[in-house]
């Protein structure tokens, strides 16, 4: 996934604008989550709010890497950033944290622009800690 200026709007549809990832059954790789995706086509279409349901698609009691490609407007112009999350909610098991926290910089490296690196635990309102 990488943040991109221009494109076709058939490209700009296809274009993932959040993914989800999770360990292999193994847990031996990292591998996309089937159907935990977000394609820009789908923001005002079958998704109203992209962030809201992107935290929708996270487990209660399991980690998980994720990629949101966040758009917002300063007063000088519109801008897109690859922001990445390693969810880890107190609920997941020990050893999930310990595997995923030992393997997020192996899947950050595979990924180039991004901006923020975030920590992410579940609450009533979404908690995040940002790491730099």
Do not use: N
Request: charged share 30%.
């Amino acid at each position: 996934m990488k943040v991109r200026k221009c494109s076709t709007p058939e490209e700009i549809k296809k274009r993932k604008k959040a993914v989800i990832f999770c360990l292999s059954p193994d847990k031996k790789c990292i591998i996309v989550e089937e159907g935990k995706e977000i394609l820009v086509g789908d923001v005002g279409v079958t998704v109203t709010d992209p962030f809201k349901h992107f935290v929708q698609m996270l487990p209660e009691k399991d980690c998980r890497y994720a990629l949101y490609d966040a758009s917002f407007e300063t007063k000088e112009s519109k801008k897109e950033e690859l922001m990445f999350f390693l969810w880890a909610p107190e609920q997941a098991p020990l050893k999930s944290k310990m595997i995923y926290a030992s393997s997020k910089d192996a899947i950050k490296k595979k990924f180039q622009g991004i901006v923020c690196d975030t920590i992410a635990v579940p609450c009533r309102a979404a908690h995040l800690h940002h790491t730099g």
